[in-house]
């Protein structure tokens, strides 16, 4: 299928999923423009320096997902689609509703090969392998690929805010959206904000916030036995230690485990079962060492404000993604994922050198 119809077929299956972002066909063409310029829309190599060049698709791509968000299997799922790859994925147990529901609005000639179970044949066969999940899991694929395969990783992700100066309201509403959006399972939900200032008026306004957000959403919390154990284990343990600890405050909310805040004034991180589990810390004045265990896991980091030095503190921490608080779910459809471009990493470059010589 051309490149036009797949931008077609792509934006057409994607209005129906509006937290996917802009994926109209106008925001498409850009995007491919900045990545590859015109080497997708044009079959006849292309002038690149002093010689010309085109791209092939890596083909077939195999995408294995995680079950944490619909988000990142569609967004990998549409990137192969967009440079012309056939598609494998690789569902977690229980399947995605979103993906079987976006597979069937494309046309049949786009639609990937779905499974909830790994096909070896898949594993084999694929150009390029796209991996969502922990670190274990990522390692024991790397064992299982041979060097001719190209492994994109995605693997365990942390990330925080920092409130550097004076906060208002929409700097707590925004970092209150960023908590709630997708239950906080996203590897760019974050996990902790260090906050400059009065940390504890900032956590009491976000517990506010958080409790608005949950009665005037429709969303149906319901945790399964595991996991509501786990919240139930953290908030116990972490109200002793308000009772026990200068410093310590708990906000939950009142008769669920919809949200907890824990304002907690030691600076080093500490186990998040997530599901809505914000810690609050104050401003360390040695945040490069508090963060250096975690540098290599470092996703986004949310700002207030957002200027040079705010954006080149969290550029030494190992940040691969910085945005406003408040925007930490939402990136631009051209970002680049984990500091990949994500069309340029799926296609592999043709050197053609005197092309258009004279015999």
């Known amino acids: ?113 779905l499974a909830d179970h790994l096909n070896q044949s898949w594993l084999q066969d694929a150009e390029a392998i796209v991996v ?36 208002d309201r929409n700097v707590v509403n925004g970092a209150a959206l960023d908590v709630f959006v997708f239950d906080q399972l996203g590897c760019l939900s974050p996990q902790l904000y260090y906050v400059a200032g009065d940390s504890v008026g900032f956590a009491s306004l976000l517990a506010t916030r958080l409790e608005e957000l949950c009665r005037t959403t429709a969303v149906t919390t319901v945790r399964e036995y595991e996991i509501a154990s786990a919240l139930r284990s953290c908030r116990e343990e972490w109200k002793y230690r308000a009772a026990t600890e200068p410093g310590v405050r708990v906000w939950e909310s009142p008769g669920t485990l919809e949200w907890v805040v824990i304002h907690d004034p030691a600076p080093c991180l500490v186990p998040n079962p997530l599901y809505r589990t914000i810690f609050i810390k104050p401003m360390p004045s040695d945040l490069g060492s508090v963060l250096a265990p975690i540098r290599r896991h470092i996703s986004t980091v949310g700002l207030h404000p957002v200027d040079r030095d705010s954006v080149e503190l969290a550029t030494r921490l190992g940040a691969q993604r910085v945005c406003q608080i408040g925007q930490m779910q939402n990136p631009p459809l051209t970002w680049h994922h984990d500091g990949w471009p994500t069309l340029a990493s799926l296609v592999r470059y043709v050197d053609i050198e005197g092309w258009g010589a004279s015999d």
């Open 132 to 167: 969502f999940g922990t670190d274990e899991t990522i390692h024991q694929f790397s064992r299982r690929l041979l060097p001719t395969q190209r492994l994109l990783a995605h693997g365990h992700k942390i990330s925080f805010g920092l409130i550097r100066i004076p906060f």
């Open 1 to 113: 299928m051309k490149l036009d119809d797949r931008i077609e077929a792509v934006a057409s299956a994607a209005a129906s999923y509006p937290w996917l972002g802009d994926l109209t066909a106008e925001s498409i063409l850009r995007w491919i423009k900045l990545e590859l310029g015109r080497f997708l829309h044009e079959a006849n190599p292309q002038e690149y320096g002093h010689h010309h060049c085109l791209v092939q698709a890596l083909s077939p791509i195999l995408h294995v997902v995680s079950g944490n968000t619909p988000h990142a299997a569609l967004q990998s799922l549409i990137r192969g689609i967009v440079v012309g790859a056939q598609n494998w994925m690789k569902l977690p147990e229980g399947g995605l509703p979103e993906v079987d529901e976006f597979s069937l609005k494309l046309p049949a000639a786009l639609r990937p090969e």
